[in-house]
């Protein structure tokens, strides 16, 4: 058996890594207001201090902007800073990337049956919403890391199963590292490649709003299964 380092994270990392889940789940903008620190310190159950902490983190990484009286409010930044420039950047190798690919076919595929089944008319507004503006962003010449995780990041809450959203939250960074990984494989590739995936994703908004679990499983299956494809396919470099 093959033994590797582990890097214990401080609390107030661990704090940071859960802002940043906060922010990408909520959708949160430039000029947003994050919640203030008892807030924080009562939904983690953690110090004061320890929230402070990781507040000044994202502080000093350009994330946030802390304002006397007005408390934390989010700075305009990209997606891949949140990934990129903080602790909870991932350093995967193809073993564990095709770990996650695979959890991601069990865990999404059954939740677009499900979102099927059981999404609000509000939530499939906002699937359908996720999926145009993913497809402005790429019209813009933007990769669309966030949007493509807040499409699939939806879908899952859809299922209205608080057991699915846990799950999905609780490796959200190795789920939106993976997406990073494919969506910057896709630019190197052709605009082909872009324009199927945004086929393959209306075929799983269609397939929700129709309110056709079967549909919307095989079309889940068969866009994840593409993705791995060409990720495999490409020989892509970790």
Known sequence: MNLTSIQKKSLSEEIVIQIIQYIRNENLKAGDKLPSEDRLVEKFQVSKTAVREALSILASKGILEKRPGIGSILREVTGSMLVEDLTTQLIINKQSLREILEFRRVIEVEAAGLAAERATEEQMIKIKEAHLELIHQNQNGEIGIQEDYRFHYLIVVSTNNSIFETIFNTISSRIFEAIKITKKQSVMLSQQYIT???????????????????????????????????LWNNELSL
């Open 196 to 230: 199927e995936t945004h086929e393959e994703q209306q075929r799983i908004t269609d397939a929700i709003l129709s309110k056709d679990p079967n549909a919307a499983r095989l079309e889940m299956l068969n866009h994840l299964h593409k993705n791995e494809e060409k």
